[in-house]
Each structure stands twice: as C-alpha cells, then as structure tokens.
DNA sequence: ACGTTGATTGTTCGC
DNA sequence: GCGAACAATCAACGT
C-alpha cells in the first residue's frame, strides 16, 4: 500500500473539494495532544529541534495509555462536534432551496 | 453494505 | 507562510 506521508493533494477525483461550504475537519487527539506536550517536550528538551520534537512527540503519545490519551480523545470528540455543526450548517445550505451567500 | 481514499488538523523549526 | 515527520480521523465517495 502506498500510504503517501507528505501533503497528499487532490488527483484522483478531487470529490469533497466540490463542497459548497467545505466543512474542513476536525482536530485529531493529536493536535490537542502536541498542544500540551509541545510546552513540556521543549521545555525537557531545551534547543531541541522540529525533527527531534516531532518523533518524540509520537513516540510518547502512543507512550501514553489509553485512558491517558482520554482528554485528548474528548477534546477531539468534542472538536469533531464543532464539525458537525459546521457540516450541519453545510448540509443546511445544501440541501436548502436557496443558495445564500452570507455577506 | 463495505472498502478505499483523500482531505484536514496542529506542533515545532528554518528560510 | 510553507513544508515536512508525527498521529488521528472520518466523512464522503467508490464499488
């Protein structure tokens, strides 16, 4: 399997790039994860570079257990609410009659 | 219905 | 500002 590991870009079909309101996502466990540990990585490792951090930072994210990983899990469940909403609002205008443009 | 894929999310650092 | 490793994700499309 070719799992491309670098800004994979549109070119097989391009298909959710056609939404209208484009609904983006959500942030993952991750995203909330390196929120906290950035401060506390850096802070470990003092003039430590993006690669270092980066890869540390993954190892000790799976590092974690599961039950350790629950707040970053709820504060990605939680983001992903805020998607729904925004898919919600998107699906709204979607389905609705009218196109409106918010100006 | 199930599977694949693509798009996205945020961090750090350098230039 | 973006790109790239790091991981998750997950929703829509495809068959």
Same mark, same amino acid.
């Given at each position: 399997?070719?799992?491309?590991?670098?800004?994979?870009?549109?070119?097989?079909?391009?298909?959710?790039?056609?939404?209208?309101?484009?609904?983006?996502?959500?942030?993952?466990?991750?995203?909330?994860?390196? %929120?906290?540990?950035?401060?506390?990585?850096?802070?470990? %490792?003092?003039?430590?570079?993006?690669?270092?951090?980066?890869?540390?930072?993954?190892?000790?994210?799976?590092?974690?257990?599961?039950?350790?990983?629950?707040?970053?899990?709820?504060?990605?469940?939680?983001?992903?609410?805020?998607?729904?909403?925004?898919?919600?609002?998107?699906?709204?205008?979607?389905?609705?009659?009218?196109?409106?443009?918010?100006?």
């Amino acid at each position: 399997m070719a799992k491309e590991t670098k800004t994979r870009k549109a070119k097989t079909a391009g298909r959710r790039k056609k939404d209208p309101n484009a609904p983006k996502r959500s942030l993952s466990a991750y995203m909330f994860f390196a %929120n906290e540990q950035r401060e506390t990585v850096r802070s470990e %490792n003092p003039g430590i570079a993006f690669g270092q951090v980066g890869k540390l930072l993954g190892e000790r994210w799976k590092a974690l257990s599961a039950k350790d990983k629950i707040p970053y899990e709820t504060r990605a469940a939680q983001d992903k609410k805020r998607y729904e909403d925004e898919k919600a609002s998107y699906l709204a205008n979607g389905s609705a009659d009218f196109e409106e443009e918010e100006e």
